[in-house]
Nanobody, 119 residues
Framework: QVQLVESGGGLVQAGASLRLSCAAS????????LAWFRQAPGKDRELVAR????????YYADSVKGRFTISRDNAKNTVYLQMSSLKPDDTAVYYC????????????WGQGTQVTVSS
């Protein structure tokens, strides 16, 4: 079955950096668009960044543009989120998700990893 497993979260101070990883299995990784979402307590889930299956197109939420970078390594079936200049507002559970090439929704989700940024 398809599994997405996030890692790399933790507790850091404002201004620090973290790199999240999401290892996928059970799917043809290179055929999927991948994304990172986050959800803070009491808030809706938010799309943070997205990368196309072809690795050509990326999208970032305005709140993270210039600070976060999404990338993928198809040889390792892994997607990354490099986060820099972290702010307390970045505190959330971060989820990776995968969407098939012709699909409109993200069919597969990881279990999430907690990122906490202290001021």
């Amino acid at each position: 079955q398809v599994q997405l497993v996030e890692s790399g979260g933790g507790l850091v101070q404002a201004g620090a950096s973290l790199r999240l990883s999401c290892a996928a299995s059970g799917l043809t990784f290179r055929s999927y668009a991948l994304a990172w979402f986050r959800q803070a307590p009491g808030k809706d889930r938010e799309l943070v960044a997205r990368i196309s299956w072809s690795d050509i197109s990326t999208y970032y939420a305005d709140s993270v543009k210039g600070r976060f970078t999404i990338s993928r390594d198809n040889a390792k079936n892994t997607v990354y989120l490099q986060m820099s200049s972290l702010k307390p507002d970045d505190t959330a559970v971060y989820y990776c998700a995968a969407r098939g090439t012709l699909a409109s929704d993200y069919a597969y989700w990881g279990q999430g990893t907690q990122v906490t940024v202290s001021s």
